[in-house]
């Protein structure tokens, strides 16, 4: 019940394309989801997160759809760049615990 | 410059010794946190601290030690008793942002055990 599956494991995806990354939850306590970002040697830095209350939040070019009934919740990143190519973690939380629920990860590539 | 401090950023054991990674944080947070990272697993969680001279235990405690004797420090240490310890470990801290609780990072430490 406490588990967040993520997929795909990795991700190749030309420059301009969408990159699409999916994540499952079973616990409905969860109510914080966030996506984090992370470059290699680097820790993870927040990039976008929502709560149950709106089904999408959009920050430039990164978009979480969320999707209560069917506990799943995406990241999009529309026009993606080289520069965006790394590792994206989603997570979720419950509030009265403070304590994040990472899922495995997905690699992503973007090639120009 | 506020933020999260790990040091060291390469750390070298050798089997049977204890060591001890830095974390240290100067953003007033109450909570931080410890995770190990292994290819393909995520992060997962080892100790966390909510409040000064308290911690709990997270996934996957065994092995590992800790204290929170101040608010800006959150020192572990990882025993021999750890079996796997070669891994990328990460501190964090959490804060409040907006509408909602932020976990910031610091910049990790990798251990390995020769």
């Known amino acids: 019940q406490q588990q967040v599956k993520q997929s795909p494991q990795s991700l190749i995806v030309q420059k301009g394309g969408i990159s699409i990354i999916n994540c499952a939850y079973e616990?409905?306590?969860?109510?914080?989801f966030p996506w984090y970002q992370q470059f290699p040697g680097k820790g993870p830095a927040l990039l976008i997160a929502i709560r149950p209350d709106v089904s999408e939040k959009k920050e430039g070019r990164f978009t979480i759809s969320f999707n209560k009934s069917a506990k799943q919740f995406s990241l999009h990143i529309m026009d993606s760049q080289p520069g965006d190519s790394a590792t994206y973690f989603c997570a979720a939380s419950n509030d009265s615990t403070d304590k994040l629920i990472f899922g495995t990860g997905t690699r992503l590539q973007v090639f120009p | 410059d506020g933020g999260i401090t790990q040091s060291p950023k390469y750390l070298f054991r050798k089997e049977g010794q204890n060591v001890t990674l830095s974390c240290e944080q100067n953003l007033n947070h109450d909570a931080m946190y410890w995770y190990r990272q292994d290819p393909g697993q995520g992060l997962r969680l080892i100790y966390y601290s909510q409040i000064v001279n308290d911690f709990q235990k997270g996934d996957i405690a065994e092995g590992y030690s800790v204290s929170r004797e101040k608010k800006e420090s959150f020192p572990l240490t990882v025993t021999s008793a750890q079996k796997n310890p070669t891994a990328f470990y990460l501190c964090a801290s959490i804060g409040t942002s907006a509408s909602y609780n932020e976990q910031f990072f610091g910049p990790g430490t990798r251990l390995t055990v020769l």
């Open positions: 616990n409905t306590a969860f109510d914080y």
